[in-house]
């Protein structure tokens, strides 16, 4: 049976839904996309009493044939149907995932570099309505480079140009938002007498075909030199984008500077997009032909969990320093409330529940906003650190790391190790427990995004003993070490993308500049599966499915990396050339020689470690994960395309 955009097969769904160990919340998404599971779900003695009921008439409903088939029906009819009872809900309230808004945690939330999972269950009860935004990686157990692809798309743009840049990111399942865009860092670009156009597709992943496509500066002429950045925002329903005037004077400055490295000087604007046919949402936008409604040097923007349709951004005040505005996502130019304050919020993770808090520096006294409102709230917590949301819990962690990198090594301080402190706390920041390490490192789960849970950890690790190599998983509830396992290798970096079960460690060998191999973190043994060899920093497992792990080498892994920790969706073409130079630009790099061969992918058998399939790439052509599938890209002699890797038959 072959798989579909469901993310697996049928009877993989079905070997999943006969696991008593699931967790509900993976019983309803079970349930709503696959019908084909409801007898073994309702054969499952885990199976919860509401759900229970739910799947009888759903199954006798079918039967008499009074229900529809269709995955959206079921959606539907679960969502009426498995709503917990009132106990149950409040038990469950501290697991609902909260939002984030800072540069680091857009980091975890956007990378590609990350991990997906061995098993779509997670270890915490969520609440058993189904939710929107599920996003699915495809399963692909078995590869033949020879099989000629689904489909081909290929990209707009002069194909021999230097100044098309590509970007892409996910609006849901098998639905990528595909931006091209003229380089106006590029003076030769900038001031060309025919630019090309910068423009903005939804492409269908299953078909490779265009939902719609729009010229940017047809809608928008002011945009023309202006840079692009894709905001992704699970479950939004708009395709929102930022615009950044690189080539502008800087705030509060009348020279006109193109300085990339300090990008927070530059005016900024976002325009939303109707996700049905790419027309802009807000009419006061669209018609301002000449310059945009709204510009400010400083614009961070984030969803809401479980809202669709309405987000949080944060600007410049014209009496404080920062403004923070709550608008309906299609209209942000009239927000519901705004508040200013000369506060910047907490690193991490600034979401506590309905409080949004504010208090950056351990000198600030710290307060809280209710998102709803606009209002202050109680607030008892501390300023400074980071703020974690773990599973529902809330820790604050204290050490002198950088909050915005997306690797773990920094906050885990190497073999001298970082002081570390860290704090439990409840919903309005009163400390539950405490701990002190001398490192930690957080990871999570990435096999399967809902909207509610997209920016919700799942693993906290801390450090200590000699050359702080004894890693411990602690309960973020209670603060108490789950167990403690001493690592062996000379050193070792925890990836912060894994899934409810596994982690991957990556390790290096003494007077090693790079790590050399890694090796599956089982967190509920503990145990170390066999080691991998890799090809060193720019090799990493960048996603999961169910069986299958997806190693990637990206020669140009820095540059990715880059793009992520300044808070924008990374460049699809930013990984088809060699690494910079010692000495050359942050950011920029040779490009690669189709000369050039290296196993790009590898699919690895996440029980076993043993390698499934390989795909071989020259340096012009590279692999990158958008809306549950794994795309290749490629630029070999100045043809540009976007084309699936194919998807084998699965045997049942």
Not at 252 to 262: L, P
């Amino acid at each position: 049976m072959s798989n579909t955009n469901r993310g697996m097969s049928v009877p993989q769904a079905k070997a999943l839904a006969a696991d008593p160990t699931i967790a509900p919340g993976v019983m309803v998404r079970l349930a709503n996309a696959y019908p084909e599971t409801w007898e073994v779900l309702l054969a499952n003695p885990s199976t919860y009493p509401e759900l229970r009921g739910w799947l009888k008439k759903s199954i006798d409903d079918a039967a008499s044939g009074s229900s529809q088939s269709s995955s959206e029906t079921t959606s539907r009819r679960a969502s009426k149907k498995t709503s917990p009872s009132k106990s149950t809900r409040r038990k469950r309230r501290l697991v609902r995932t909260k939002t984030a808004f800072s540069r680091s945690f857009v980091a975890i939330v956007l990378a590609s570099v990350m991990v997906g999972g061995l098993v779509y269950a997670r270890e915490q009860v969520r609440i058993s309505q189904p939710e929107p935004g599920i996003i699915s990686t495809i399963d692909i157990q078995a590869y033949d480079q020879d099989q000629a692809p689904a489909w081909r798309y290929a990209l707009s743009g002069d194909a021999d140009s230097d100044c098309a840049k590509y970007g892409v990111t996910t609006f849901s399942q098998g639905l990528a938002i595909l931006l091209v865009q003229n380089d106006v860092t590029k003076e030769e670009c900038r001031d060309a007498e025919e630019p090309m156009d910068s423009t903005l597709t939804m492409l269908d992943l299953q078909t490779g075909t265009e939902k719609w496509r729009i010229d940017i500066a047809k809608e928008l002429p002011w945009t023309k030199k202006w840079q692009k950045q894709l905001i992704e925002i699970p479950g939004l329903d708009v395709v929102m984008v930022k615009f950044v005037n690189v080539n502008g004077p800087d705030a509060g400055d009348d020279n006109a500077t193109t300085d990339e490295d300090d990008p927070d000087r530059k005016w900024k604007t976002i325009v939303p997009y109707n996700a049905l046919n790419g027309k802009i949402t807000d009419v006061v936008i669209a018609g301002s032909d000449a310059q945009p409604t709204m510009q400010t040097p400083v614009l961070e923007v984030s969803g809401i969990p479980g809202n669709s349709s309405e987000i949080l951004v944060m600007t410049n005040g014209s009496e404080s320093d920062f403004r923070y505005s709550r608008f309906e996502a299609k209209q942000p130019t009239d927000p519901l409330w705004h508040l200013e304050s000369d506060l910047q919020p907490i690193e991490g993770n600034p979401l506590v529940g309905n409080a949004f808090v504010l208090g950056r520096e351990q000198e600030d006294t710290p307060v809280a906003i209710d998102i709803d409102t606009g209002l202050n709230v109680e607030w008892n917590g501390r300023a400074g650190g980071q703020l974690l949301n773990i599973k529902g819990n809330h820790v604050q962690v204290f050490s002198d790391c950088d909050a915005s990198t997306v690797s773990n090594e920094d906050c885990q301080g190497g073999r001298e190790g970082k002081e570390t402190t860290l704090y439990g706390i409840d919903a309005v920041g009163n400390e539950k427990w405490s701990d002190s390490a001398t490192g930690f490192a957080v990871s999570r789960d990435d096999s399967y995004r809902i909207q509610r849970t997209s920016q919700e950890l799942d693993h906290l690790f801390v450090l200590n003993g000699e050359n702080n190599h004894d890693l411990s998983l602690l309960d973020p509830d209670t603060g108490v070490a789950q167990w403690t396992l001493p690592i062996e290798a000379y050193e070792f970096v925890i990836s912060r993308f894994g899934n409810s079960q596994f982690v991957p460690i990556y390790f290096a060998k003494e007077n090693e500049d790079e790590t050399s191999t890694f090796s599956l973190l089982n967190t509920q043994g503990p145990q170390l599966g066999t080691e991998i060899p890799i090809a060193g920093d720019t090799e990493r497992v960048d996603g999961a499915s169910i069986f299958t792990g997806y190693l990637v080498d990206d020669p140009d892994r820095e540059v990715y990396i880059a793009d992520i920790e300044s808070g924008e969706a990374p460049s699809v073409d930013s990984v088809d050339s060699t690494p910079a130079d010692e000495g050359e630009p942050e950011g920029e790099s040779e490009e690669g020689s189709e000369d050039e061969v290296r196993t790009c992918v590898r699919g690895i058998v996440l029980l076993s470690g043993s390698e499934s399939w390989s795909r071989q790439c020259n340096g012009k052509q590279s692999i990158v994960k958008v809306a549950g599938y794994w795309l290749f890209f490629d630029k070999t002699s100045g043809s540009k395309e976007l084309t699936p890797l194919a998807i084998m038959e699965v045997i049942d």
